[in-house]
């Protein structure tokens, strides 16, 4: 039996349908990231498990025990929300003590759970300073230290790094990793960035439309995406359309070229299919050959490799290159061959 | 010195003697008791007289109690509608202006007929009854001012993620108002209470009708009687007004937990 279980959910919101048919079991003291694009319904899923929505249809099971009876103060779930929601009034201990308060601990074990977890969070220094008083970051650190201290049977993260900026949103993003693991807590997360989800979570749901997309590891969907969405979704991608053809092996006939395509690939000859190849999947080489031809029409230097926007017929196709594998021929406007390694094809189901 | 600078230098002058010179004329005649100099002798029968000490006392009393039951029914409210009925805030919002448009008298009138000896809640028949309405009825006049005070209040703090917040650590709908929402808008209860204890201080109407000792009918009753002690009074009434709205920007700025 899972941890959480959430079954056929489904919420609407008026006309709008928010999430639908959703499905998901979370093991104990797993890292769940709910991946997708403003509006999928990811948020609202994490709201209807912490009891501020409630599903329309459908169960959310915690140990077994369904929790649509239970208030959101009755669910024992710890919440860290995107814009920190420190309560202004109390000082960064009175903040972590907080929940413990309401449970009416005795103050000794309060006054000992709160430097426990300010010291983890690296802030017992700070305890006496009012939120205003403490960067984004700190303050970010204070929630999470707060919405723990009560021993939360399940931990949910509302996006909480995307108030913060860049360096601070990684370190943090390993600091909550870290500790995630140290207490063991079974842990919900969040967000629209993909690099978060993929380098935090013992699994991942795309979430398109209110419905999982597909759930897996993070090697398993940015290596295997299901699904275009999926694949557009998590990294760069090129999406290239074709018809399959036979010739010794199966190769995809496309504009700029054929492809070849692995064995047991499952194609049929004649099918039109859609497969999907990564910017850095690409490698440059001489116009003879199989692969793919076009013209450069555009080069980007991003720092740790270059990026060659080619123009094979109608379709533009991006193609990551190291300095070493970047020919000195590669010029603005002239020709270029391109090859992919047969397992580095990706087949899209729709 | 440009144009444009001197009429709004002539504009803000214009305002303040506006304002001013009939407090002037007031403070100037309250010291003229005694012919030929000016003396403190109208402010001194005021201050001495029992029945002003007793009216003030029972006033400020009574406004205590009105500004706690109208944060009781107030602040409960407009957190309510903030956060769970926000289409109902024109609605609400109209219904607390309404104090504005009908005269106190229809309202006392109207609490004489419910609850006289004679009907079920025969309230008017002790005196503490009648206190009770009075303070009803002292709510009833405050609250388009309590209201828009606790509204821009919570307008100014993330209701919805504070209460979630604290729901999500356990706490129950008493819980977060008494300890995360009331705290956060503080200055603006107590702006709302200093409002409330002007109207209270000076209401006539209410007090007069349901015949209770309150400072309001003391001040009709030395008008009538006295020549320069009900500008005294006037005085230092305008003064107490004043002292409330010095101790609200005192306590705004002394508030801990908020840049000022």
């Known amino acids: 039996m899972a941890f959480i279980d959430l079954t056929s959910l489904g919420k609407s919101f008026g006309p709008t349908t928010v999430v639908r048919d959703f499905d998901l079991a979370l093991g104990m003291g797993e890292f769940v990231s709910l991946l997708g694009p403003s509006g999928c319904g990811k948020t609202t899923v994490l709201r209807m498990v912490a009891g501020f929505e409630t599903p329309d249809s459908g169960d959310i099971r915690i140990e077994g025990q369904s929790q649509l009876r239970l208030r959101a103060n009755q669910r024992q779930i710890g919440m860290v929300f995107q814009s920190y929601a420190l309560f202004p009034n109390l000082t960064v201990a009175e903040n972590v003590a907080f929940g413990l308060r309401v449970a009416k601990t005795a103050p000794a074990a309060i006054a000992r759970r709160v430097e426990e977890m300010l010291d983890m969070v690296g802030l017992a220094a700070l305890k006496a300073r009012y939120p205003y008083q403490l960067s984004g970051g700190q303050q970010q650190r204070v929630a999470l230290a707060r919405a723990i201290a009560p021993r939360p049977r399940v931990l949910l993260l509302d996006e909480p790094l995307s108030a913060l900026d860049a360096k601070i949103r990684v370190a943090l993003r390993t600091e909550i990793r870290t500790i995630q693991r140290q207490l063991g807590i079974t842990t919900l997360f969040v967000t629209h960035d993909q690099e978060e989800a993929l380098s935090m979570s013992d699994r991942i749901v795309v979430m398109n439309g209110g419905r999982a997309e597909q759930i897996g590891t993070p090697v398993e969907i940015y290596n295997q995406p299901a699904t275009r969405f999926v694949a557009g979704f998590i990294g760069t991608l090129n999406v290239i359309e074709g018809q399959v053809g036979r010739d010794g092996g199966a190769y995809l006939d496309c504009a700029g070229g054929r492809l070849p395509l692995p064995d047991g690939f499952g194609a049929q000859a004649g099918e039109r299919l859609s497969v999907a190849v990564r910017p850095q999947s690409l490698r440059p080489v001489a116009v003879e050959g199989d692969g793919l031809r076009g013209i450069v029409r555009h080069v980007e230097f991003m720092g740790a490799f270059t990026r060659l926007h080619v123009a094979c017929g109608a379709m533009t196709v991006l193609v990551d290159c190291f300095a070493r594998d970047l020919a000195a021929t590669v010029t603005v406007g002239g020709p270029i061959g391109l090859t992919v390694a047969t397992d580095e094809v990706l087949r899209l189901s729709a | ?260």
């Open chain 2, 1 to 260: 010195m440009t144009a444009k600078r001197i009429g709004s230098w002539a504009v803000f002058i214009l305002a303040a003697v506006y304002f001013l010179l009939p407090l002037v004329g007031t403070l100037e005649f309250s010291l003229r008791a005694r012919r030929g100099v000016y003396s403190l002798d109208a402010y001194r029968n005021v201050l001495g007289d029992p029945q002003f000490q007793q009216t003030l006392a029972y006033s400020l009393i009574l406004s205590v109690a009105t500004v706690v039951l109208g944060v009781l029914i107030v602040a409960p409210t407009a957190f309510w509608v903030r956060l769970k009925m926000p289409r109902l805030r024109p609605v609400v919002e109209f219904i607390t202006l309404l104090p504005l448009v009908i005269p106190p008298i229809i309202i006392v009138f109207g609490y004489i007929r419910l609850f006289n000896t004679a009907s079920i809640l025969p309230l008017t028949g002790s005196s503490r009854g009648t206190d009770f309405l009075l303070a009803a009825g002292y709510a009833t006049l405050s609250l388009p001012y309590m209201y828009r005070a606790i509204d821009t209040g919570l307008r100014a703090i993330d209701v919805r993620t504070l209460t979630e917040a604290a729901q999500s650590l356990g706490a129950g709908w008493v819980t977060v108002l008494a300890r995360v929402i009331l705290p956060n808008i503080a200055v603006a209860i107590l702006s709302g209470a200093f409002l409330t204890f002007a109207i209270v201080i000076g209401e006539y109407v209410i007090a007069a009708l349901l015949n209770r000792p309150a400072f309001g009918p003391y001040m009709v009753w030395m008008g009538s009687n006295r020549a320069y002690e009900p500008a005294a009074l006037a005085v230092i009434a305008f003064g107490m007004t004043w002292a409330s709205m010095a101790v609200i920007q005192f306590l705004a700025r002394r508030t801990r937990f908020t840049k000022v």
